[in-house]
């Protein structure tokens, strides 16, 4: 069993930057691909990034290449987002998942959080 909290959501100007963050609870973490999802009004879930369960690779949707950073601290339990040169189509709630495969599809996904809004002014 895992749970995940999401933190670090706000509101933020066109271009600016924030870094998501996600505290894991449970003794399996480490063993976790982990991932971030993201919701806007009126839209699907859709994937945002991965990281497998060692940190040693990572996955990004297109719309969020270049710009988006996931990473791990599985000592602290932890999985971080870092959102640089954000765009007011990146607004939407955002969510921190856990899977014991890799994949993209948030079906694979068995964990979730409550997730956190991100907002971003034009």
């Known amino acids: 069993q895992v749970q995940l909290v999401e933190s670090g959501g706000g509101l933020v100007q066109a271009g600016g930057s924030l870094r998501l963050s996600c505290a894991a609870s449970g003794r399996t973490f480490s063993r976790f691909n982990m991932g971030w999802f993201r919701q806007a009004p009126g839209k699907e879930r859709e994937f945002v990034a991965a990281i497998t369960w060692s940190g040693g690779d990572t996955s990004y949707a297109d719309s969020v290449k270049g710009r988006f950073t996931i990473s791990r601290d599985s000592a602290k339990n932890m999985v971080y987002l870092q959102m640089n040169s954000l765009k007011p189509e990146d607004t939407a709630i955002y969510y921190c998942?856990?899977?014991?495969?890799?994949?993209?599809?948030?079906?694979?996904?068995?964990?979730w959080g409550q997730g956190t809004q991100v907002t971003v002014s034009s």
């Open positions: 998942a856990a899977s014991w495969g890799w994949s993209r599809a948030s079906e694979a996904y068995k964990y």
